[in-house]
């Protein structure tokens, strides 16, 4: 009996260790950015409006890794530098690439801070894109937030 | 009944099997620890009803319900997960599985389930058809906290989080005075009186 608790338990430990990339391996991308994104509302109460595609898309485990991290990455820094009440996430496919945008209503990222990259961790993100041939673009507008528009192509291997 | 189970871990087909034994017209004629023996089998095998866990290693989820039913459209694929039923009872139905049961109340639902989906009927568990008529019901129905404005909302995140006025201000870039006209109006539109109501609601509505 007690062999069979443990063994249960372990079970466990394992699942929720891998938890985090099981729910991108298994759910996908799209679904996997939909948990994350109801989970960071709960962290910081900042709200996420979703705008994700309805069928399940079918990305290679690269391709949905890098998008995923990306997107970890950039609400992170929404959380720590934006001062933002609300951000929009919209996810499609365009020709033959997936297009994903966060926009948020915080202050605004600077020209300055979008050339000094390393500080935000842009350029760990557009170093994450640069294999698939993808493309990462930041704008910013002063006390009306910032957007960022993550291009990655299907084509390239 | 002839039913394949896969899952993984031992420890869970162990206890499938054991409640399954108790059921005189089921038999499990196979069990699979991966997606990949879970394939051969429904191949190898005749079966009635698949139980497969949504997440082993190599193929599963999705992708394997529907391998499973582009081999054997007929045939009904019962899916278990340890995850909630919000994070993927959809996407299951959506891929031709029959019905979804999260592992946790297993025990209870398996054989009701089983020949629920072996009689051609898709299985939904009470939360989850809860959810769904939730999500169907009309917007006069939306939750109080819809109707804060997003900065309204952030307010009163951080006010149910037991953050003072005066740190809320200083985080917002706001004066205290504002702060507490948010408050107040906040209060308002959800109905409450003080902090402790607050927090409150923000746990039963898992906003925090």
């Given at each position: 009996m007690f062999g069979l608790i443990d063994g249960t338990i372990q079970s466990v430990r394992k699942i929720a260790s891998r938890l985090r990339p099981e729910v991108l391996d298994q759910l996908g991308l799209t679904a996997a950015i939909g948990w994350h994104a109801g989970d960071f509302r709960k962290r910081t109460g900042i709200r996420c409006k979703l705008s994700l595609p309805s069928d399940t898309l079918i990305l290679d485990h690269e391709r949905s890794t890098a998008a995923f991290r990306i997107f970890q990455e950039l609400l992170t820094n929404v959380a720590r530098h934006a001062n933002a009440t609300r951000i929009d996430v919209a996810m499609r496919v365009d020709s033959g690439a997936l297009v994903l945008t966060v926009e948020d209503n915080g202050r605004g990222i600077a020209e300055s801070e979008i050339e000094d990259s390393k500080s935000l961790g842009l350029l760990g993100m557009r170093e994450r894109v640069l294999p698939f041939g993808g493309a990462i673009e930041i704008a910013g507008a002063r006390d009306k937030g910032t957007k960022v528009r993550v291009c990655i192509p299907f084509g390239l291997k | 009944m002839r039913i394949l189970i896969a899952d993984d871990h031992a420890v869970v087909r162990r206890g499938l099997k054991e409640i399954l034994a108790s059921e005189h017209d089921m038999d499990v004629v196979g069990e699979a620890k991966n997606g990949d023996e879970a394939l051969e089998l429904v191949r190898k095998l005749d079966w009635d009803v698949a139980v497969l866990d949504f997440s082993m290693p190599g193929r599963s989820g999705v992708e394997l319900i529907k391998e499973i039913k582009r081999r054997h459209p007929g045939r009904p694929v019962l899916v278990l997960s340890m995850?909630?039923?919000?994070?993927?009872a959809a996407q299951v139905f959506k891929a031709g599985g029959s019905g979804y049961i999260n592992k946790e109340s297993a025990g209870e639902e398996l054989t009701a389930a089983i020949r629920k989906v072996a009689n051609g009927g898709k299985y939904v568990s009470a939360s989850f058809a809860e959810k769904l008529a939730t999500d169907l019901a009309?917007?006069?129905?939306?939750?109080?906290?819809?109707?804060?404005s997003d900065r309204e909302y952030r307010v009163m995140w951080l006010l149910a989080s037991g953050k003072q006025i005066n740190h809320i201000a200083a985080e917002l870039f706001l004066s205290p005075s504002t702060i507490s006209t948010y408050r107040a109006r906040i209060l308002k539109k959800l109905k409450l009186t003080d902090n402790a109501a607050l927090v409150r609601y923000a746990v039963k509505q898992q906003l925090i």
């Open positions: - | 995850l909630p039923e919000e994070a993927h009309p917007d006069a129905e939306k939750p109080l906290h819809e109707s804060l």
